[in-house]
Structures are given as C-alpha cells and as structure tokens.
C-alpha cells in the first residue's frame, strides 16, 4: 500500500502501526479480525535447534526476504519458553508474517511408541503458550508433529486428542483469544484419513482439533492435481469440519525443483477445501531442502565450524533454481476467498472412525486418557496386550545444530496409483 500524502501516512501509522489482525477459525476456514478468508503461505523456519526467534538482526535479514518472496507465515518447531521473543515476533509482524508454533520441546512431545501424556508434558506445552499467547501474529500451534509415524501407530492417537483437549482447556481457563490449536501428520497412507477425523470427531468441541495439517511429498517433478494424489488427498477432506493445510511440503526429487503444487493448492480445485501451505524449509541443511543459504558449506573439522557445516546465520542468499522459481509461484496473489461475514458452513464433525483391525486401533467412541494415563492403563484405546508392548524408539535427541525435523523426509513413491508415504526419525 503506497501513500503518497502525509497526512495519510501518518493515519496509517496510527491505524495499523503494531495492529496485524488475529487469525481465528470459522468452519473450514481461516479469517483476520478484519472479515477476510487467511490462506497460509508459509516456510519452515528453524536455523538452530532451540530457538530461531530470539535474534533480532538475524529475524530482521530473514523476514526481509521472506517478505519479497511472498510468505505470510513461518513454522517454528522448537523454541526456548524463557527466552525473549519480543523483537523477532514484532519484526515479522512487521513483515505481515505469522507464526505456527509447535508446543512440544525435544524432552516433552508425544511418542508414538510408549505414548502418554502427562502433567509434565502439559505443564511445558502450556508454559511455551504463555510465552507467545500475546503476539498478534501468532496464528497457532501444534500440539505435535509426526507423532505417529507408523501404519501401526494409531495407539497413540487419544494421547493426541487429550493433549488437544489440555491445551485448549489451558487457553480458555486463562482467557487467552482463540489461538488455533492443531495437529501437523505425517502422511502416511495407511492412517488417512482416519487420524484426521478421529481429531475432528465427537460432539465436545473442547476436545477435538481447531484445525489439522499435512505434511505431504506427494508432488514431485512433473506432475498433475490428478497423478500427484492431491486428488485423493482433496476427496478425503471435501466435509471437514476445521480448516486443513499442508504444514510442509516441497519434494526435491528429481531435480530441479519447481514448485508447481502451488498454483494447485492455491487454486480453485483445491482452495475451497484447502487453506494453503507451508513449504520446507527456509535454511539449507544437510537435507538439501533448503531455499536460501548463509554461505557455502564448510568443513565441519574446521575451528568454530558448525557441526554440520552449515551456517546458520548471516545474510540470506537464495538457493537457485529453487528460490527463483517458488518466488515466480508467489508472485501471484493470493485467492480472496470467502468474507467471513458471508460465510455460513453448514458443516457437522465426521463420524469417529470404529476400530478396525489391523489398520486403525482405536475405539473412537472411548473417552480419552486422562491427564498421566499411561498407554497400558488406557485400556479402551488398546485391543490387547499384544499391541501394547510399545518397544520405546530411540527417542529423539537434541545434536548439536543438526536438523530439528527429520533430515530424510518422507518421500512419495508412486507404485501402480498409489502412494505410499514413508517417514523415518533419524
Ligand atoms: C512424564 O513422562 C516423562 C517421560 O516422557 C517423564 O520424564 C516424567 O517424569 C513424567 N511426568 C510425570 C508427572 O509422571
Ligand atoms: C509397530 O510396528 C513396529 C515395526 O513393525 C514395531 O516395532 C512396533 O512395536 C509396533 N508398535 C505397536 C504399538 O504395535
Ligand atoms: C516455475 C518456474 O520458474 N520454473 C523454473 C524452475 O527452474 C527450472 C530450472 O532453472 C526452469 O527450467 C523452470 O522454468
């Protein structure tokens, strides 16, 4: 927006200076505090494993590139409750960029293996949600991401919906807005869409998701709406109750990389279902998925070099073809949607999906576990012992400055039609 007189910059100093509208949710839709229908348009952005939101130079070199690129919005997986965020949340709210949040720390997400959820958990969710309730800019948070990563992993699902359940109490008990709380999946075929609307199911409203999201590597190299499984991805959510988006993607395989799901998901086969994308990530790593770089690699042995020889500060360089062409993407507007005011969804919560064996193992009419209700104790959740041995996984761990997410991501391989997602934890 351009003023050319002064009397109209300074009206809109008054009016807008530090007043970015609040997202909420209505139906399957994102709105602003203005009216207006919010599409994410979004990058992964952690540069070092604890927290990417506590320097303010590196914020302020960062957000101005991400506003030239056409992003609205960053996903933050790990940050340091304690810490100050004042500054980095100001700067990109500056930039008209938001933030997803990711409420679980490496000591307190959810397992799919041995999965609980207890005060503990609760207790470190609640106190990063005390940290950023304030922020204009924040659009929400996960309650995890990529729990269940395992076609047999739908045990610890209800462990989810409870934490769910918790943090949307923890925000009305303090009177915080209604900061949207969701969940980021995995996608793994087996699961879907089962995980999506055992989270959107029930008629308590206080335990069920306030929108759900994907991440998907479902199109890669030259592909179409059709062949890519965004389809079906699109079939299976074209009655949800919440909005959904995509919390990742962009594949890098093959080579180059070009982005054209975006034009898809932003589109209008998929907009009036969809609420848009995160792409992953911002910083190149050692998992070549970035779009930007801080400098070449170096070697790791070398004095003061990081651990993986990636910077992971400096002036943001774009990663090319990479860059360039998401840019060429984001160049068009976004699609004006809906206005919140003529919206009236007519839009009921799926049924929750039975048990059924083999393939999705929970009983969704159970109640859900209570706070510190173990995966043995909750016996609803399980058929019989033999599926709760539970073999705790290496649980992951916090090294050095290495990717907080996956380093391998999940990789779509398309096999007679079908698409079979595979993630791992390394
Ligand atoms: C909750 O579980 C964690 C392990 O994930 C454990 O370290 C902690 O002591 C537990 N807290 C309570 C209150 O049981
Ligand atoms: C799921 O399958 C994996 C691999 O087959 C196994 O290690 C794990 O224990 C199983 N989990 C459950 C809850 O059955
Ligand atoms: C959409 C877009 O800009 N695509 C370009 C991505 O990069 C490759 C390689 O430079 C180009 O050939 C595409 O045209």
Redesign the pocket.
Known sequence: MRCSSVLGALWLTFTTAGAIPTISTKGSKFFTSEGNQWFVRGVAYQLVPDDPLIDNDQCKLDAALMEELGANAIRVYHVDPNADHDDCMSTFADAGIYLFLDLDTFDTQIEQ?DAHWNRTQRDAFAKVMDAFYEYDNLAGFFVGNEVLT?P??S?AAPFVKAAVRDMKAHRDEKNYRKIPIGYSAADISTLRPNLQNYLACGSDRDEAIDFFALNAYEWCGETTFAESGYVSLTNEIKNYPVPIFFSETGCIVPRPRTFDDQPEIYGPRMNQYWSGSIVYEWIEEANNYGIISYGPKVDPAATDAPPDGFTRSGTPTPVSPDFPNLSSHWATPLPSGIRENEYSPNLTPPPCPPRTSGVWNVDGSAALPSLGQTFNSAAPTVTDDS?????PSATPTKTGAASPAREVKGVAVGLAGVFLGVAWWL
Not at 387 to 391: F, L
């Open positions: 293996n395992h047999n992993g045990v599926t709760s041995d539970a073999a």
